[in-house]
């Protein structure tokens, strides 16, 4: 790596080549970008690498550390495998802008101050939004205006508390924070709009399904798994963000089991995924914040794979609802052992890489006395198993013979699925690997006679009560409301009952204000003679507002407006 030279930029560049480029050598762009980032990645060694000067501070753009090198790595191979499974699906300008996400999440981890931080981060909510609109579809284009807004509004919220901490530390510094005024909680709220955290997490299961196929795979890793790694370094050990992670895992389970759309199963189950870290890094220890960093770095790998096994379904049968698939076990055996893996993985199933990371951050509260919420993420593995687990592959690849016979997944596909697969395989059996990369010492053994036992009875527990109920659990043609329907319903008709009010407001001092200009200035004609249509328009122009205005005068008032508006505000 070139001294100062971010990892990044490698991702940015490829992503300008992919629209440059066509046939073989933009595949292989496509392919060997995110292989030098992954080099280069291993390269920034622990520390600040460089330094920029800012107005009266010094920006930090790369400061390397074993957490900062996890997410990194992740974030590289995710764009990798996310490219080799979409090079010869997606069109190049999903392509092009989710290499362009893909470096803005590798910039955000290695982002040493604040400033850098929010560049990075406001290009993720750009090319993602691109990633989104890509789908093509008027479902796609409404969902990625929505996601865009909310991004935006995010990114102001973080930008106000960052200006705020800036103010009162006089550094720009990432440093670990805590929530006790009105700067910090904006901070950890703009953090939390991209953790997807309720009641702001409707944006998530709003537009990743109506993403691409190949384009919901890029998006399930990025942004979500950034503010993970945000909230580590930035608030650890708060407690507000236990209660948080919490609310997270369960309504991501509720959700998901209502829903019958494919990949909004699996999207809602990526907020209860993040929940399970949220609750990790809220808890504060070593150990917990171990497991939040392991558990990141498996689920990106693993729901990837759910969601290539999904949008694999979804590009061979144009379906995208449980209700229309099922029996494509015998056509697409490939995808479906896949697909199975990722739902045993995600499950939190013994020799899968979620047991071996997921179980520790149920150590950690254990290891600190919480036992409810020990208790409370032990039900929340048999509820993931319940969703994700059994009824994604059951409802999809078996249950009913919905007459289908599509092909099994084309060859790049497969073997995107295929390397995430075996990799959930490796992490489960052998997770050491994983575990030296990690932040702090590694002490915890995931293997424990009485830990499998207990976790294999819960899961299987859990999987006899889904067949035992499973005339209840049959999706039909039905829509859950959920938290969007605050904004999109309610505050759309307040907005517009708000809108007629004001013109009937209007209405109204219009009337009173010509009832007193017709006292001040009496008509000097009888009242009884008619008006013509010149003397309403110069009746319309001796209106104060209404005349024509020097250019000087109006500059004089535009002046006069904003001065006090500084007035007001610096006061």
Request: glycine share 10%.
């Amino acid at each position: 790596m070139i001294e100062g030279l971010p990892p990044a930029l490698i991702l940015f560049a490829g992503a300008l080549l992919i629209g440059l480029t066509r046939s073989h050598l933009r595949t292989a762009v496509i392919l060997v970008a995110p292989l030098l980032t992954l080099w280069a990645v291993w390269q920034v060694p622990d520390g600040t690498v460089a330094t920029l000067p800012f107005l009266s501070y010094e920006l930090t753009p790369i400061v390397g550390s074993s957490l900062r090198r996890l997410f990194a790595t992740v974030f590289a191979l995710m764009a990798f495998t996310g490219g080799l499974f979409a090079f010869r699906q997606a069109r190049w300008q999903e392509l092009a802008a989710a290499s362009a996400y893909a470096g803005g999440a590798i910039g955000c981890s290695f982002a040493g101050d604040l400033v850098t931080l929010f560049v990075y981060w406001e290009i993720m909510a750009l090319f993602s939004t691109l990633v989104v609109l890509c789908g093509g579809t008027p479902g796609a284009r409404r969902a990625g205006f929505r996601y865009a807004v909310m991004h935006l509004l995010g990114g102001v919220i973080l930008m106000v508390g960052i200006v705020g901490v800036i103010m009162q530390t006089g550094t720009l510094a990432v440093q670990p924070l805590r929530a006790v005024d009105f700067a910090t909680w904006m901070v950890l709220i703009g953090l939390l709009v991209n953790a997807a955290a309720p009641p702001v997490s409707a944006w998530l299961a709003d537009s990743y399904p109506e993403a691409s196929p190949t384009g919901s795979v890029f998006l399930s890793a990025f942004t979500t798994k950034t503010a993970v790694l945000a909230l580590i370094l930035l608030f650890p050990g708060e407690p507000v963000l236990i209660g948080v992670g919490l609310y997270m895992v369960m309504y991501g389970i509720i959700y998901a089991l209502l829903e019958n759309n494919v990949r909004r199963i699996l999207a809602y189950s990526i907020v209860n995924q993040v929940g399970f870290m949220v609750c990790a890094i809220g808890i504060g220890t070593e150990m917990a914040l171990n497991g939040a960093a392991a558990h990141a770095f498996a689920h990106i790998i693993y729901k990837a794979l759910l969601l290539m096994s999904a949008g694999t379904v979804v590009y061979r049968t144009g379906k995208t609802l449980c209700t229309d698939v099922g029996g494509l076990f015998r056509t697409m055996p490939l995808t479906a052992a896949c697909g199975i893996v990722g739902a045993l993985a995600i499950s939190g199933f013994p020799l899968t890489s979620g047991f071996t990371t997921k179980t520790m951050i149920s150590e950690a509260a254990a290891m600190e006395h919480l036992g409810l919420v020990y208790m409370l993420l032990a039900a929340a593995s048999a509820g993931v198993f319940l969703h994700a687990g059994i009824k994604f592959p059951w409802f999809v690849f078996f249950q009913k013979d919905s007459g289908l016979r599509p092909k099994d997944a084309p060859w790049n596909m497969g073997l995107a699925m295929a390397i995430f697969a075996a990799l959930c395989i490796l992490l489960g059996v052998y997770p050491q690997p994983l575990y030296d990369l990690l932040p702090y010492p590694v002490t915890y053994v995931p293997y424990k006679g009485a830990k499998v036992v207990y976790y294999l009875q819960l899961l299987l527990f859990s999987g006899l009560a889904f067949f035992l109920l499973l005339p209840l659990m049959r999706r039909t043609l039905t829509i859950s409301l959920d938290w969007d329907w605050l904004w999109r319903v309610v505050l759309a008709r307040a907005g517009a009952a708000g809108y007629g009010a004001l013109g009937a407001l209007r209405t109204w001092l219009e009337a009173r204000l010509r009832g007193l200009r017709g006292l001040l200035h009496p008509p000097t004609r009888s009242l009884l003679a008619p008006k013509d249509d010149d003397d309403v328009a110069e009746s319309a122009r001796d209106g104060l507002l209404a005349r024509d205005w020097a250019i000087g005068a109006a500059a004089l008032w535009i002046a006069v407006l904003f001065i006090g508006y500084m007035a007001v505000y610096l006061l």
